[in-house]
């Protein structure tokens, strides 16, 4: 710890934005990074504590405080104090692949366990993390490393999402043959068309994928194993096969007029416009368009804000968030004490750039969809909602009740589900013979990875569950340990 009073002495400071109403008319990150020596400076806030819950990844309430990857955060923020930049990069990607990823679309729970955020602002980790990565980057430090020698054995992994690569880069250095299969046009996964770009650029994706295929992983676009890859073709070529490709099924609502046009899964909405936005700068118009349209939004979560900001950029009439939950609080609770994830109200991106726009917040607490009404052509016009109150039920669960009185109709011209996913596809399961669990995922222990069928594994949400792209990496991670363990009879990884 280069600066022991640094905490007490420097604010806690983070990069810039661009204003709202600029960054409505393209899809640009909005995010600038600080000088670097203004980044630097941010790092003697950190304390080197005696024990850094920045990395410990601990559950706690069914939520993630710390880093799961266990990042080396106090030794990376004392070289970047001391203007050792280069040497940071290195103790960053010891724990992690993709820290291009992480420092530009993780809720950092590295933060929320900050010792220095108990009494005030965390340390800002994040954009420490995502200033290291961008710097090497810059200048040159960031290059392929082949391995030396091969060992012969071939591993094929599914899906190309964080976890997918990270274990595919393990693998590679370990000196496998590895290709991985993705079933969409590009390389990234839900990184590639379930983010928007506003939040993670896809040439920081492809930057990153062009460097391991320099180092020798093979990536196959277009190729859906279960679909136009046959499945069990696939498990007899290879001597291992990892799946990892994801929890895709997006979560459905009951409503009566639940199938009329307009009503879209949020995944599908997204999609559709990164696609059009990288194929030919949406003059396709092979997008779903909320331009001049009502649009209500299904879900507070991440993806509901990616849709917010999304439709703005399409330039749409009206919108409307709508969150079964309450509002959550400004501070933490009693019963949310540090080092917990704080359950407190934030304003994401997409909140603010709507705020700039029309003067208020596009959400409404407490409040469920009843009936999606529509016209004669089958369009959705309306939607039908009620508020609700949390209140405990004959098992003690907390249960949503309806407030009478507090029915209302919304216009609505289009209307995107967002309201997470509830597990993997099982086709492709179905075809390897993996055993699932309660919950549809794929039946695999932590730490082991194996699945019930042979030299088959499975890491990140495909095992899950949804989750952090933090945890994707760090199950990509740890499965490699044990896919190489299984290949050679120990690790070197």
């Known amino acids: ?92 990607h010891k724990t992690n692949n993709f820290p291009e990823f992480t420092g530009r ?37 960031v290059v392929a490393h082949p391995p030396k020698v091969r060992t012969g054995k071939t591993v094929a992994v599914v899906g190309s999402g964080p976890a997918g690569l990270a274990v595919a880069d393990q693998l590679n250095k370990a000196g496998h043959t590895v290709t991985v299969y993705e079933r969409a046009d590009r390389v990234g996964g839900l990184m590639m068309y379930g983010i928007p770009n506003m939040k993670l650029d896809k040439k920081v994706i492809d930057r990153r994928v062009s460097l391991l295929e320099e180092e020798g992983i093979t990536f196959k676009t277009n190729a859906e194993v279960g679909a136009n890859v046959d499945a069990k073709e696939l498990h007899s070529s290879y001597d291992a096969v990892v799946l990892a490709c994801g929890a895709t ?49 299904i879900g507070g979560g991440d993806t509901g804000t990616d849709c917010v900001a999304t439709s703005l950029r399409h330039g749409c009439a009206g919108l409307m968030q709508i969150e079964i939950m309450e509002k959550l609080p400004p501070l933490r609770a009693n019963n949310n004490p540090w080092p917990q994830f704080p359950k407190v109200h934030k304003t994401d991106y997409g909140q603010v750039e709507f705020a700039q726009k029309y003067g208020d917040d596009p959400r409404t607490f407490a409040t469920v969809v009843k009936e999606f009404v529509g016209n004669d052509r089958g369009e959705v016009t309306q939607v039908k ?17 309806e407030v009478a009185g507090s029915e209302e109709v919304i216009d609505a011209d289009l209307v995107l589900l967002a309201m997470g996913f509830v597990g993997p596809e099982q086709e492709i399961l179905k075809q390897l013979n993996v055993e699932t669990d309660s919950r549809t995922n794929v039946k695999a222990d932590y730490g082991k990875f194996a699945t019930s069928a042979d030299k088959v ?24 340990k044990a896919v190489d363990e299984y290949l050679m009879g120990y690790t070197i990884l």
């Not at 599908?268 to 209500?296: G, H, M, P, Q």
């Not at 594994?457 to 490699?480: H, P, T, Y």
């Open 457 to 480: 594994f499975a890491c990140g949400d495909v095992r899950r569950g949804q989750s952090l792209v933090v945890w994707a990496i760090n199950e990509g991670r740890e499965c490699a």
């Open 1 to 92: 710890m280069g600066k022991p009073t640094g905490f007490l002495e420097i604010p806690r400071s983070v990069s810039s934005k661009k204003h709202p109403s600029a960054r409505l008319k393209d899809y640009k990150e909005y995010i600038v990074l600080l000088p670097k020596s203004e980044q630097g400076k941010q790092g003697a806030r950190c304390m080197d504590c005696g024990i850094p819950f920045c990395q410990s990844g601990v559950t706690i309430n069914n939520m993630t405080t710390g880093c799961p990857l266990h990042n080396l955060i106090p030794e990376w923020n004392d070289l970047i104090f001391k203007g050792k930049w280069d040497e940071a990069v290195v103790r960053l």
């Open 385 to 401: 909602t009620v508020k609700i109150k949390w209140a405990a039920g004959p098992s003690g669960g907390m249960q949503p009740v």
């Open 249 to 297: 099924k997006p979560r459905d609502i009951v409503a009566k007029g639940r199938e009329l046009k307009g009503v879209h899964f949020a995944v599908d909405f997204l999609k559709a416009t990164t696609k059009s936005l990288l194929d030919s700068n949406l003059k396709d118009e092979r997008y779903i368009s909320a331009k001049d349209k009502n649009v209500i939004i």
């Open 105 to 141: 679309v993780c809720p950092a729970p590295c933060e929320a366990a900050c010792t220095v955020a108990l009494h005030g602002d965390a340390v800002s980790v994040k954009e420490n993390e995502c200033s290291i990565i961008e710097r090497a980057f810059e200048d040159n430090l």
